[in-house]
C-alpha cells in the first residue's frame, strides 16, 4: 500500500474496456469522454480502492485516495471553469457506485454534491432562480442523510409532508422558494438529530463521506444478496467504483432540456431516432412521469440546432459502438451533454432489421450482424401476440407450454371440437384436466388448448409445440367438469361455446377475444436467414407430419423433412377406426383387410408431402408407438361398458313398463308413448355393443405393459407384425413411383425407430427389398430413396459400427436416447425429482430441455466415431426435441452432425443457431 | 484323383486325432488297436472317398478303393485266420458309418457281412451251432435288405411274424435253427423280389454295395436335416468313413460274454469298475432288455480270468484317455474284445469326485480337474432332487423356473402361508396365479412357489431363485380360484391344505408327498473348489439379504456378501405396516417418527450379517425400488374399499332391522340375538377404516408411474427423501461399531445404487460422512468402511471418470443396465417380442440371462476403463443375475472385473466358472 498507486481515473484518460477497474458505468463515461461525447467532466475511483478500504481495519480510505480526488476535481474545476465549493460559482457533482456487473438498485446516487448554505447562495445567484435552488439543496440533503447516513426516509418524508400541508399544496410543483427553504432547513435539523451533528459543510468532507458510503454499500446486504441470487463471483465483478461527475441541469430555464433515446426504432427496428424529452426537466421527472414527455421529432422544431446536434451524436455512437444504443442526454442552456449509453434493448423484429440495415450500411459485418441476435428470439416473430392493452385482466395463469395466442369458442372434449370445427367452421379452444393421445382429432380441430393438470412437458404442451399451436397447461385455478361441458375459475363459468383466449407465450387466460398481432416473416428476416444458410455447417430440416406442417416448414426455410411421424397420420379420427380394426384383428386375414385399407390413404399422405418438399429429402419414420396407444383407456372403456349397462337396464325397464301396463289393460295410447323409445333402444343391439366393448378391454389389457417406454414398440412391432411395416413401405414407395411417374422430383427416406441390433435392420431392409422390386415391377422404373436409422436406443449407439452395413443415415432421437442413458422416464421425472435435482444443483440444466453432453453427448460421438470409421460418408442428424434448440445445436455442430431436424417455428431459430454455431465453433462457447 | 491316392486305413495305421478323415468312430478304433486294447480286426475307408464318390457323376467307388479294401482284408484274414467268402472258416465283417461329429441314427449298423450259403455251412461247422449260424444269417439278410437295398423292413418283418405264429411263439428265442433256416429262405425270397435280382452272394459284391450304401446315406434326408438342425457346417463335419471290423460273438457259448461298463461309476463317481454283462449274448440282447443282466462284480466269480483282463483294461483305458470311459466289450470263447469306447457321462456329484480322485492318482492334472467339470452342473448338487420312482405319475407340467423340489401343504394366498407358516410352523407350497411383491412375505414361509402364469422370469421365479427356493412357474394347466381356497387341474382338485410335491429342476408338479434327496456339500466339492478359488482371478461374492442366506453363502464358500438389499428387510410382515407408515405420512415428524421405528429393526439385521460374514465384506445397497411397491396395489385397495363398503351397507341393515324390530314391539329376546353383531360391527369404524383407505388409494395413486422401471427410485429416493438413506446409512454405522466394540471384524460396504451422475454420489457422501462423524463421537472409536456405487445407469457408464471421485469400487447392476441400454423392459420384452427375436436369430440369446457382450459389455469395458484411469485401485464387480452365470463370468474375467457376485446357490457354479474363466483366458474361449 503506498500513496503513490492509482487510485483514480479522469473520464479522459480511464481504459474504456477495463470495467473490472473502473466499474461499468466508469468505463462507459471514460469511452463516452475519450470518444469525443460532450460527457460532463468527472473522474472514477476504483474497485481496487474499494477493495483496499474494506480490507483495512481501520474506517479510513486508503492513503493517498483523498489527494488525488483533490487533484481530479481541481481539473474538474479547470474544465468547467466552476470551483469545488466556490461561494460565487459552485461546481456541483453526482456521485455513482458502478461495479463490473450491473446491479440495479445496489446503492443510490447522490445529486448535487457540493451545495451548502453558501454555496447555495452562489449557485441561486448564478442561476437566479432561488426555487431551483433551495429544491437542488433539500433533494441533496435527503438523499445525502439517506445513502451516506442512513437516516430513514420516513423522517424527511414528514418534514416534507408537513410544509405540503400547510402550503396546502398536493403537488411538489406547487411549493414555492420560501417553502423549499424551510423544508432543507428542517431537513438540517433531521440530520443534526438524528446523527449528533451538524450536517457536513465542506464539499470534501461531503465527498469523502459519499465515497465511503458507496464503498461500504458493497457489502452490504442488498448487494450481497444480489450477488449470490445471481451467482456473481468475484472473477465477475470484485468491488464498486466510485464516479464523479459534474452537474448538469436540465431545468435551467427554456434552452435546457432532458431525454432519453434509441438511435434507431427498439419496436420496429427503424433507421430513425426514437425517444422522448422533456423541456425545462430534470432527467428524474421524465422517469417520474409527471409530466408527459414529447417525441423526440418535435426537438427539430423547438430546438433545430440541438436536434442536429443530437442527430450528431447518435451517428457518433452508431459509429462507435457498432450497436443500437440507448442513452440519455440533458441539454443545459444550449449546451448538450451525454450522460449514459448502453446497447439497446428490442424485440425480436428490430433486432432482425437492424441487423439487415446496419449491414447493408457497413456499419456491422456480416458475421455480426448473425451473432447480435439470439436465436431464441427469432420465436416470437412467428406467433400471434396478444395486443391485450393495460385494461385486460387475466382471467387464470397457467404455465406457458407451447407460444402464441389464440382465441375461440370452448369446447370440452375431443370429438365435440371436431365435430363442431367440421361442421361450424368455428375457431375453438379446446380445454381439459389433460389430454391424451386419443384426442389428437381434438388438437387438429382447435385453435389452443388449455389444460387445468401436466405441466410444459405433458402431452398437450408437447403435441401442441410439435404442432406450433399455443398451449396453456396446468391451469391448476380451473375446476373442470367436462360431462357438464363447463369449466370454473372461482365464481366464474366457462360455458361450451363461451369466447376464451389463452397466451401461451405468457401462461394467462382471458375471457372473451384479445386483439391479436399476426406474425409475419419479414423480408429482413429471410435475408437474414439466408446469411445464416451461407454461414452454417449444419443443415436445418423440420420435423413434419401433415401437408400443412410440411408447407410451413418450407416457409420458414427447412431443408426437408428430418422426421414425419407416421403415427400422427393414423390418429386421424377417420383412420383410426381402421387402425383400432388392424390392432383388434384375430386372424391375419382380418388384419391385412384393416392395412389394405389403411395402405391408400398413407399413399396420399406420403405423395402430397413429397410434393410440397419436392426436391429436398422427406425422411419418414416408421410405427414407433406401441400400439395400445391407438386403443382407448382402460378406465375408458371400464366407464363406457358401465354406460352401456345402465342403458340396457333401462331398455329393460322399459321393457317391464310396457309389459305392465299391458297386463293392466292400459290402453295402446299410453303403450304407444312408450314406442319410439323401444324402437331407439334395442336391447340386444346394447348387449352386442357390450360384448364388443369388453371383448376390446381384454385386448386393451393384454396390451398393458409395465415400462411402455421400454416395451413393444417401434422395429420390435415391425418385426412382430411385419405386415404393418410392409404396408407403411409400400405406401411410401408407391408414392415415390406415383411422384416419379408425374415428374415431381423427390428423395424419400426412410426411417426405422427403436432399432438395437444391426440384425433389425436386416429384418426390415428385407421387406424394404421386396417391395421394392414389387413397386419398381408394377411401375415400370427404378426407385432411388436412402434407408437408414434412429439411434435412440442406447445400444444403437454402441453397435454404430455394424448399424451402418446397412443404414446409410442415423438420425439421433435424443427424447428417447436422454431417457435411456439417465434410466429417467421423462414423465414420471419432471413430476417427481428432476425440479429437486436443478434446485440441488445435482443437474444444473434438465436434460430434456438442454442436450447433455457429457453423458448422452458422449454417446452421440462414440456413435458417429464408429460409424463414420466404417462409413465415412455416414449422414447425420438429429430429430429430438434438442434439434431446435441452440445449445445443443452448438453441440450437434461440434460433433460433426450434418442436420438438425425440428419443429417448423423452430426451423428459423435452428437456422441462426447454426450459423451461431459455425461462426463460434473453437471459440469456447 | 489317382488310383495311388490312400482311400482306406488299418486300424493299425489310422491317425487316432483324425477325425474329419477317419470319421470320430474310426479314430476312436485306431487309436484303441494302437495303444494295444484287443479290438477285433479292420479297417477304416475315408470320408475323402466319400466325398469324392457323392461328387463324381457316375455310381463307382473311386478308382483304387475297393483295390485298397481287398489289400485291407487279407491283412484281417491273416491277423483272424479266417478268410472272407472262406467256406471253411469264413470272415464276417459289420460295416459302420462314421462321421467327425456323432450323428445318431444316421444310418444302421450291418452286421455279419460276408456270410452266403456257402460260407454259412461252415460257419455253422465251426461253430457247430446251426441256430447261431442261420440266425445270423437271417439278421445278415434283414439289415443289409433294409440298409443296402432299401427294402421296407415291414416285408421281412411279415415273413417273421408268419414263422413264428406256425411256430406258435412269442418270443425270437422260442425259434428253432429250422425255423431261422426257413425265415432266412423267405428273407432271400424277399430280396429276390423287391430288387428283380438275387441276393448278392459274393462277399466282395456285398461290400462294395455296403459301402457305397454308408456313403449315400450321408445325403440322405435323415442326416441332411440332422445336420441342419444342429447347424454342422462342413468344417465341422464332411462326409461319413466306413468302418470294416471283424465280427465277434459273445453268444457262442458259456465262455463268451458281452457287456457295457464305466471306468468309475457314473452315478457316485466311486472308483471301481461299474457295468453289467451277460453271459453267451449278443450286445444287442443286453440293449433290447430281453434277458436280464448281471452286475460286473458277479464276473470275478464266473470267469475269474477275464474279470483280471477287464480290470487292467480298466486302468488301460484310463491311463490312456485321461477320463472316465464309457466301454463296451465282447468276450468271445475266453478273448476279451474292446469294441468301443468314449468319455463317461456322469451327474455332478461322479463328476466331482473322480476330478479329485483322479487328480489324486495322478491320472489328470489339478487344471484338467476342473476344467471336465461344466460349471452349469454344480448347481445340482445344491438343491434336494426328487426321487419320484418310475411310478410317480405328474399332475401338471410348468416352466422350471428355480430348480430343486419341495412338498408341502397348498396354500392360496400370502398372508394365509404367512398365518399357517407361523401358527402351524406348516411346510407350505404357495400356490398363485402370479406374484407380486407384496406376496414376498408368502414366499418366506413357503418351501416352494407354483404359478400358473408367467415364465421362467416371472416375479415368482426371479424372487424364488434370489432366495434358492424351488419354484414352477407357468403352469397353465392349473387353474386357480384364490377366493376358494382351490385348484382345479382337470377334474382333479387342490384344496388348501393338499400336499404337493414340485420339482422346480423338471417342472413338474405331483399330488402328495414324494420322497426327497438332500443336497451335500462334500468333501471332494469342497477340495474341488478349493483349487478353484487358487487358479481363479475373480472372487465370488454373493447376494444375500437375511441370515440365513448368509450362513449358506458362507457354507457354500462365498468371500463376502456383494449385494445385500435393503428392500428385503423392508418387506418382512412385521415391518412393511412401519414402511407404509413411513411413506403416508404426511408431516416430516410422522415420517421421521416411522424411521425410528426400523432404524433398531435395520440395525440388528446389519448387525447379524456383519457378524455371519466376518471378516469378509458386506455391500449394503441402499433402498432401491419405488416406494410405491411397498403398497398395496390400486386394484386390490379398490376391492377393499368395496368390501368394506358393502360391510358397511351391512352393519346398518343390522340397524334397521334392529330399530324395526323395536318398532313392531318385538320382545327383546328377538333383539338380544343381533346384540352381538351389533357389538362386533360398528359402523363408525367401517367408516373410519373405509377413509383410511381412501386415503391410502389417493397415495397410491400419486406414486403410480408411467414407467417404473425408470421412474422415482434409488438414490433419488435418497436425495427427495434424504431421511431415509439417513436413517439406513446410520443403521450400518451404528451395527458397525457395535460389532468393532464386541471384537467383531468387519468390512462393511455402502452401495448407492441407480446414480447416473457424481453429484448424487456427493451428495449421499455428505450424509454419511455426517452420520459418520455423529457415530464415531458417539462410540468413541473410528469407523472404517468403503463408499461406492452400483453400475446399472448408462450415464454412469459414460461419467465413470467423475463417479471416481467419491467411490471406492463399482459394482454392475447388469440386469438395469441391459434393459436400459437395449430399451427394452424385461417383463414386456420377454412376454412380447424377445422368443420371435431369438427364433428370426435377431437376438441369438436372452440378453438378460447371457451377457451381451457387444453391447452391455461394450459400455461396462468403457466404465471400467476410465474409472481405473483416474483411479487405477478401483474395485469393480458385478452384481446382476449375470454374475452367477459361467459365460458371463468368462467376460467379467477377460475384462478385469474384480469380483462377482450372485445368490448363493450359484456360488459354487461361479467359484469353478472362475476358475475356468482363469485357465481359459486367451484360449478364445
Known amino acids: 500500500m503506498t500513496s503513490n498507486r492509482k487510485w483514480v481515473y479522469a473520464f479522459t484518460e480511464g481504459d474504456g474496456k477495463n470495467k473490472q477497474l473502473l466499474g461499468g458505468k466508469g468505463a462507459n463515461l471514460c469511452e463516452m469522454t475519450q470518444i469525443g461525447l460532450n460527457v460532463p467532466p468527472g473522474f472514477v475511483i476504483t474497485t481496487e480502492a474499494c477493495l483496499e478500504y474494506l480490507d483495512s481495519a481501520a474506517d479510513a480510505l486508503p492513503a493517498g485516495v483523498m489527494e488525488q480526488v483533490q487533484q481530479q476535481m481541481q481539473a474538474v474545476e479547470k474544465a468547467t471553469g466552476k470551483g469545488f465549493g466556490d461561494k460565487d460559482n459552485p461546481l456541483l457533482v453526482s456521485v455513482r457506485s458502478g461495479s463490473a456487473m450491473s446491479m440495479p438498485g445496489m446503492m443510490d446516487t447522490i445529486l448535487n454534491l457540493g451545495l451548502n448554505k453558501e454555496t447555495l447562495e452562489g449557485e441561486i445567484r448564478q442561476t437566479g432562480d432561488a ?125 435546457s432540456a432532458t431525454g432519453v433515446a434509441f438511435t434507431r426504432n427498439p419496436g420496429t427496428g427503424e433507421n430513425k431516432l426514437y425517444g422522448e424529452y422533456l423541456v425545462n426537466a430534470q432527467g428524474e421527472d421524465v422517469v417520474a412521469g409527471i409530466r408527459t414527455p414529447k ?15 443530437l442527430e450528431a451524436l447518435r451517428r457518433k455512437l452508431e459509429h462507435h459502438y457498432h450497436e443500437v444504443q440507448d442513452f440519455e442526454f440533458t441539454i443545459e442552456r444550449g449546451t448538450l451533454y451525454c450522460l449514459q449509453t448502453r446497447n439497446g434493448k428490442m424485440n425480436a423484429t428490430a433486432m432482425v432489421r437492424t441487423s439487415v440495415e446496419m449491414e447493408q450500411e457497413g456499419l456491422i459485418t456480416r458475421e455480426q450482424a448473425l451473432l447480435r441476435i439470439d436465436p431464441e428470439h427469432l420465436e416470437q416473430m412467428l406467433h400471434p401476440r396478444l395486443d391485450a392493452g393495460p385494461d385486460a385482466k387475466a382471467l387464470a395463469q397457467g404455465l406457458p407450454a407451447s407460444p402464441g395466442a389464440a382465441s375461440g369458442y370452448a369446447v370440452f372434449d375431443a370429438d365435440r371440437a371436431e365435430d363442431l370445427g367440421r361442421t361450424n367452421h ?73 369466447l376464451v383466449t389463452i397466451d401461451g407465450t405468457s401462461g394467462k387466460i382471458y375471457l372473451g377475444e384479445i386483439p391479436m398481432v399476426e406474425p409475419e416473416f419479414t423480408a429482413e428476416l429471410k435475408e437474414l436467414l439466408g446469411w445464416a444458410d451461407e454461414v452454417a455447417r449444419l443443415k436445418v430440416l423440420a420435423n413434419a407430419d401433415t401437408e400443412t406442417a410440411a408447407e410451413r416448414a418450407v416457409k420458414y426455410g427447412a431443408k426437408g423433412i428430418g422426421l414425419c411421424r407416421t403415427e400422427r397420420m393414423f390418429n386421424a379420427s377417420e383412420r383410426l377406426p ?27 399422405d406420403f405423395k402430397s408431402l413429397f410434393k410440397v418438399m419436392s426436391p429436398m429429402p422427406v425422411t419418414v419414420r416408421l410405427l414407433d408407438p406401441p400400439i395400445h396407444e391407438f386403443l382407448p383407456s382402460e378406465q375408458q372403456l371400464q366407464q363406457e361398458i358401465e354406460d352401456l349397462r345402465n342403458m340396457a337396464s333401462a331398455v329393460r325397464g322399459v321393457e317391464v313398463l310396457d309389459n305392465t301396463l299391458s297386463l293392466l289393460g292400459k290402453p ?67 408414392a415415390a413411383a406415383e411422384c416419379v411417374a408425374e415428374g415431381v422430383e423427390i428423395q424419400p427416406q426412410i426411417m426405422v425407430p427403436q432399432v438395437c441390433t444391426a440384425e433389425e435392420l436386416k429384418y426390415v431392409k428385407t421387406i424394404v427389398d421386396q417391395v421394392r422390386e414389387e413397386v419398381e415391377a408394377a411401375h415400370g422404373r427404378p426407385l432411388s430413396f436412402k434407408f437408414g436409422t434412429m439411434i435412440e436406443v442406447v445400444r444403437a449407439c454402441m453397435r454404430a459400427d455394424s448399424l451402418v452395413d446397412e443404414a446409410e443415415f442415423f438420425s439421433f432421437g435424443t427424447n428417447d436416447l436422454t431417457q435411456a442413458t439417465f434410466s429417467f422416464s421423462r414423465e414420471d421425472a419432471e413430476n417427481k425429482f428432476l425440479p429437486l435435482y436443478n434446485e440441488h444443483g445435482i443437474l444444473q440444466d434438465n436434460p430434456f ?45 461440434e460433433i460433426g452432425l450434418n442436420y438438425v431436424s425440428c419443429s417448423a417455428p423452430r426451423v428459423p431459430v435452428a437456422r441462426l443457431a447454426a450459423a451461431h454455431a459455425a461462426l463460434l465453433q473453437g471459440t469456447g462457447d
Chains 1, 2 share one sequence.
Open 131 to 255: 426555487r431551483f435552488g433551495y429544491d437542488a439543496f433539500r433533494r441533496f440533503i435527503q438523499l445525502f442523510g439517506k445513502v451516506a447516513l442512513d437516516i430513514p426516509d420516513e423522517l424527511f418524508d414528514k418534514e416534507f409532508e408537513a410544509i405540503k400541508q400547510r402550503a396546502q399544496v398536493s403537488e411538489d410543483v406547487g411549493l414555492s422558494a420560501d417553502d423549499l427553504k424551510e423544508i432543507s432547513e428542517r431537513f438540517l435539523k433531521v440530520v443534526e438529530e438524528q446523527t449528533g451533528q451538524p450536517f457536513p459543510k465542506d464539499p470534501y468532507q461531503q465527498l469523502e463521506i459519499a465515497i465511503k458510503a458507496v464503498f461500504n454499500s458493497w457489502m452490504g446486504k442488498r448487494a450481497v444478496d444480489y450477488r449470490r441470487e445471481f451467482n456473481i463471483t468475484p472473477d465477475m465483478a470484485n468491488g464498486t467504483a466510485v464516479n464523479v461527475c459534474t452537474m448538469v441541469f436540465g431545468n435551467r430555464g427554456n434552452d
Open 295 to 309: 417525441p423526440i421529432a418535435e426537438l427539430s422544431t423547438e430546438m433545430p440546432q440541438m436536434a442536429t446536434e
Open 426 to 498: 368455428q375457431k375453438l379452444i379446446l380445454i381439459r384436466e389433460e389430454t391424451k393421445p386419443e384426442d389428437i382429432h381434438g388438437f387438429f380441430a382447435a385453435e389452443g388448448i388449455l389444460t387445468s393438470r401436466g405441466g410444459k412437458t405433458s402431452h398437450a404442451a408437447v403435441v401442441a409445440r410439435g404442432m406450433g399451436k399455443p398451449c396453456v397447461a396446468g391451469a391448476e385455478g380451473i375446476i373442470i367438469d367436462d360431462k357438464k361441458r363447463l369449466a370454473r375459475v372461482g365464481e366464474t363459468v366457462i360455458h361450451e361455446g363461451d
Open 578 to 604: 381402421v387402425v383400432i380394426e388392424m390392432i383388434v384383428a384375430e386372424t391375419q386375414e382380418q388384419r391385412q383387410a384393416a392395412l389394405d385399407k389403411l395402405l391408400p390413404m398413407q399413399r396420399s
Open 668 to 734: 295402446d295410447a299410453e303403450r304407444r308413448k312408450l314406442a319410439p323409445l323401444r324402437q331407439s333402444l334395442d336391447a340386444r343391439l346394447v348387449d352386442e355393443a357390450i360384448e364388443k366393448k369388453i371383448s376390446m378391454l381384454e385386448k386393451v389389457r393384454a396390451l398393458v405393459e409395465t415400462n411402455p417406454m421400454l416395451g413393444h414398440r417401434g422395429v420390435r412391432l415391425g418385426i412382430t407384425f411385419p405386415e404393418i411395416y410392409a404396408m407403411q413401405i409400400r405406401s411410401i414407395l408407391e
Open 849 to 893: 430441455e438442454v442436450l447433455d453432453r457429457k453423458g448422452v453427448g458422449k454417446l452421440m460421438q462414440l456413435a458417429i466415431h464408429w460409424g463414420r470409421e466404417k462409413r465415412p460418408d455416414l449422414s447425420v442428424g438429429i430429430c429430438g426435441e434438442h434439434g431446435g434448440h441452440p445449445q445443443s445445436i452448438h453441440f450437434c455442430n
